[in-house]
């Protein structure tokens, strides 16, 4: 028999989910030392096939090859036994645990049931060192940055010494420059002859460092390509099955009165004694989208917490259409005519229990047309909620009573923006709008917001994507360490400006 | 694609269909241990003179001759109906904060505090009973509230603080009802609380429902409409949790505390709310049962929590949190208890017959962990069908070589 040519194969596989064929008849071959990128849109089936693989889920139909043999991967240790590591879309880490215990969870090393730790420590730092992803192994997961998590999960699968790696969506939560930095990691890890499966919506990312990407297509296999034989164009039609407008079209802003106005806010730090937002002025009008760009962990998300009142300022003050709501509840601010599309869409976006339907009226529940004397109208809710998932094309296997959990990560936040969107806000405030979106649905989502703009809203945009911040604003302030260094105008910066500004080597008076 | 096919009418039924099978499983489960337990302490007896009477139960009782002479025969019965109330009750409590995310293991406390509340009004200020019953709530509620804010505003686990609180209420109400054998309300000759029907009939839970008398029929004395109360309150428990505005933001707060904040629900308020109605409840409770005569209280012997708080526990997870499953659920553990007592008390004294009791309440807990099992095997035949063809690829690989 000669060698296998591919590490792993999944053949045939199919998986059923209660209304939804989530995988339909998809192969996927992985040849050793390769880099394989998975593309396809929001809930056509990627994080499923590799919860196949690494035995999350187990398949109705199908089977999966190692190295040319018929093995059977009924969970995750299984999986672990077989050398395949997995680091999830939305992580898997003990929050209250160190970097060093989570990675060394479940293989603990130890004499007589005794931890031995120090042996552990060393391998963990030696790894560290070797393929440069910087981590401290004493940290607790809860305090540190999601790059710094990522990388916990990287050496989680490193340290148990996997030859097939899976990533789901590892770029959809770093920085421009973490994303540079895993790229480099990827290319070493593919170079050392281990085999490496990579999910992103990002097709630039694709083809800087895949070998070859399988498209799928609402659940079914479409084709294989070799990225040096393809372009972004291309894959991008496989994969929605038309042409998709990079640019966003929009006319030029013509700002109205002011709606936000923010005036000195500082808000203090939770985890140093400085501030994290320091006196920051801005004001927002109607027809313009205002973008807060930045590097990612320089206040952006403490002045958002502050604006939307999930956290107390400790001076300044904002007025909401001339209206003072410094002090104001979230539901009074949310009446005043406030919107937030929320950066975690885990924490702050969704009751992950609950049905997609309840999550539609989640900021809406009281009003008088979901509700009579605090009885909810089930079938006003559902038909509200119907409407949302024909119009922002939401996928899910039920409908709106599918459990918000069992949803892909992207129609997950197709619904958050659906619901804040359809608010009809005053002010919308959109952090990260697009995290985890398909280009089609980025592509919708983003007209969707210049349709505010036009219809005399204002829009507060708070990116780390500078493709997003070049396209859809109309201003741009540069924020760094709680400060605001900068402000722009999107068609006369350049990229390389901006980031001299958002990386504190330069600054102007605001 | 294939095209939507599940109704989610279908699915639900589905998944109460899997509680109830998951709760009957249990409950044999429990049995067969109890059975088992009989057989090492005395095999010989264990089936007649242990297993049957906890099976019967009240209903030992019904059909026999002597006590239908005296009409008494259903009168056992009546004693799990007036048992019952209570144990739905305190369910119910258990039942409500769990879905809102707290674990309520405070309802014995409640329940005590509220008995006191009931009691004084009854025997000291002789108001009526729906008076007293409506004390009883508000007394059960505030002991309630107390967890309820320290989790909400110092972030103290809800679990910690009642357990305390427990015991403080326990020590509490003894204290004021003794005050060394002077307490007004207690009856040093009984050294219990006065009983209702001398001191003050008027706050006797009736027990007249449209004109049925229901001692007629059972002849128990401390037989009342309690039981219809507690069957009300249960349905007025579901509606809040499932069609109410108030119930969709106390369960968006149990599931995720930081999301029903981003919706403008007041999360502190929420919780403070969740833990106050799971109080109101217990007490309720405690009011239900003590009001209608069903016992007094004796403060120097009662220095453990009533089991009522506990078995709440139970009633609520064989109910799978379900507010009227408790109703089945608070009957049936009332039933096994009332067995424990018909066990013959010459083989199996009355401390066997609690811990075999006991040791089927224990394991009734444990339903949520059968359901789990039940929805797998229903989706079994999917399984056996991945087993063929992954046959049919092994023999396909075969062939090719
Ligand atoms: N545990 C589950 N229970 C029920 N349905 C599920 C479950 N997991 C996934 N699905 C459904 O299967 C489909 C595919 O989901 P999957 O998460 O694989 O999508 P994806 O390709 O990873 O999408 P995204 O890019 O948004 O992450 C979705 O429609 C989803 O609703
Ligand atoms: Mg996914």
């Given amino acids: 028999m000669k060698l296998a040519d591919y590490v792993i194969e999944m053949l045939n596989i199919t998986k059923i989910f209660p209304g939804i064929k989530a995988n339909d008849n998809i192969t996927l071959q992985l040849k050793k030392g390769e880099i394989h990128a998975l593309l396809g849109e929001n809930g056509a089936g990627k994080s499923t096939l590799m919860s196949v693989l690494f035995g999350l889920y187990q398949p109705e139909e199908g089977c999966i090859k190692k190295n040319g043999e018929v093995v059977e991967i009924r969970n995750p240790n299984d999986a672990n036994a077989l050398n395949i590591g997995m680091v999830h879309q939305h992580f898997k880490l003990v929050e209250c645990f160190s970097v060093l215990d989570n990675i060394i969870l479940g293989v603990e090393p130890n004499k007589m049931g005794f931890l031995q730790k120090a042996d552990a420590r060393k391998k963990v730092l030696e790894l560290s060192e070797r393929y440069g992803l910087k981590v401290d192994p004493d940290a607790i997961v809860e305090d540190i940055s999601v790059g710094m998590q990522q990388r916990t999960e990287i050496l989680k699968m490193l340290y148990r010494e996997n030859e097939i790696l899976i990533f789901d969506e590892p770029t959809a939560v770093l920085t421009p420059q973490e994303i540079d930095e895993l790229m480099q990691i990827m290319k070493n890890l593919a170079a050392e ?76 730090s939770k985890i140093h004694k400085n501030n994290a937002v320091k006196d920051v002025s801005f004001q927002v009008r109607r027809g313009e989208i205002v973008c807060l760009a930045g590097i990612e962990g320089n206040g952006q998300t403490q002045f958002v917490h502050a604006l939307t009142g999930l956290d107390n300022l400790s001076a300044g003050t904002i007025t909401l259409c001339g209206k003072d709501i410094t002090k104001a509840s979230i539901r009074n601010r949310s009446k005043a005519g406030m919107s937030h599309i929320p950066e975690d869409r885990h924490k702050h976006g969704l009751v992950l229990d ?102 005399g809203k204002a ?50 008076e605001v | 694609m294939k095209k939507k096919n599940t109704s989610p009418l279908l699915e639900r039924t589905k998944g109460g269909l899997t509680s109830v099978i998951a709760a009957l499983i249990c409950i ?125 505003y110092l972030n103290i686990n809800e679990v910690i603080t009642s357990i305390m609180f427990n015991w403080i209420g326990l020590y509490a109400v003894n204290t004021l009802i003794y005050n060394r054998g002077n307490g007004v309300m207690y009856n040093l000759k009984q050294s219990q609380t006065y009983a209702l029907k001398d001191v003050s009939p008027r706050s006797l839970i009736p027990s007249k429902l449209f004109g049925w008398d229901m001692y007629g029929t059972f002849k128990y004395g401390s037989i009342s409409i309690a039981i219809f109360l507690a069957i009300l309150v249960a349905v007025v428990i579901l509606v809040i949790l499932n069609k109410t505005t108030f119930g969709y933001e106390l369960k968006a707060c149990g599931h995720n505390a930081s999301a029903a904040k981003y919706a403008g629900i007041n999360e502190k308020r929420s919780i403070v709310l969740a833990m106050v109605i799971a ?113 049919t690829a092994k023999e396909k690989e075969g062939n090719e070589q």
């Fill in chain 1, 459 to 508: 829009v507060l945009l708070v990116s780390l994507e500078l493709d997003e911040v070049m396209n859809l604003s109309d201003r741009i302030l540069v924020m760094y360490e709680g400060e605001i260094v900068g402000q722009f105008d999107p068609k006369t910066v350049t990229v390389e400006e901006l980031g001299l500004y958002m990386a504190g080597a330069k600054r102007m």
């Fill in chain 1, 193 to 268: 002859g281990k085999s490496i499966l990579f999910i992103s919506h990002k097709l630039a990312e694709i083809m800087a460092v895949a070998d070859r990407c399988t498209v799928l297509r609402k659940g079914k296999y479409i084709g294989t390509v070799n990225t040096k034989d393809t372009t972004v164009e291309e894959l991008s039609a496989m994969m929605v099955g038309r042409q998709v407008n990079f640019k966003v079209d929009k006319k030029p802003s013509e700002p109205g009165e002011v709606v936000l106005d923010v005036q000195h806010v500082t808000v203090p």
């Fill in chain 2, 279 to 391: 109080g109101a409840l217990a007490g309720f409770g405690a009011g239900l049962y003590y009001l209608a005569g069903g016992a007094q209280w004796d403060p120097q012997n009662s220095t453990a929590l009533p089991s009522a708080g506990f078995d709440g526990i139970s009633v609520a997870l064989l109910a799978s949190l379900n507010p009227v499953g408790c109703i089945f659920s608070g009957l049936f553990i009332s039933h096994l208890s009332t067995g424990g007592a018909q066990m013959t008390q010459i083989y199996f004294p009355s401390e066997i017959a609690d811990v075999v009791s006991g040791i089927i309440i224990y394991l009734c807990a444990f339903s949520s962990l059968f359901k789990g099992k039940i929805l797998s095997l229903l989706s079994r035949p999917a399984k056996a069908k991945e087993k063929a063809t992954e046959q």
């Fill in chain 2, 28 to 152: 044999v489960i429990g049995l067969i241990f109890g059975l088992v337990f009989l057989f090492i302490l005395d095999a010989e007896h264990a089936w007649k003179e242990g297993f049957v009477p906890i099976i019967q139960a009240g209903f030992r009782n019904v059909g026999n001759e002597t006590l239908k002479k005296v009409g008494m025969n259903w009168a056992t019965v009546g004693q799990e109906i007036v048992e019952a109330a209570p144990l739905i009750m305190t369910g119910l409590s258990v039942a409500f904060a769990f879905k809102t995310g707290l674990f309520n293991i405070g309802a014995a406390g409640q329940y005590t505090v509220g008995a006191f509340g009931g009691l004084f009004c009854a025997i000291v200020l002789h108001l009526p009973w729906w008076a007293c019953l409506l004390v009883a709530t508000l007394f059960g509620a505030l002991w309630g509230a107390i967890p309820g804010l320290f989790k909400a």
């Fill in chain 1, 354 to 455: 609950y049905s997609l339907e309840q999550n539609m009226v989640l900021q809406r529940y009281w009003e008088p047309q979901f509700q009579r004397s605090g009885f909810i109208k089930f079938d006003a809710v559902r038909e509200y909620s119907d409407r949302l998932i024909e119009q922002y094309d939401v996928r899910s296997g039920q409908g709106s009573v599918t459990i918000a959990r069992s949803m892909s990560g992207g129609n997950q936040q197709k619904a958050i923006v659906a619901r804040e969107i359809d608010k009809d806000p005053e002010l919308l405030i959109a952090v990260q709008p697009t995290r985890g979106l398909d280009v089609g649905a980025i592509e919708y989502i983003h007209q969707q917001i210049v349709a505010v703009r036009d219809a």
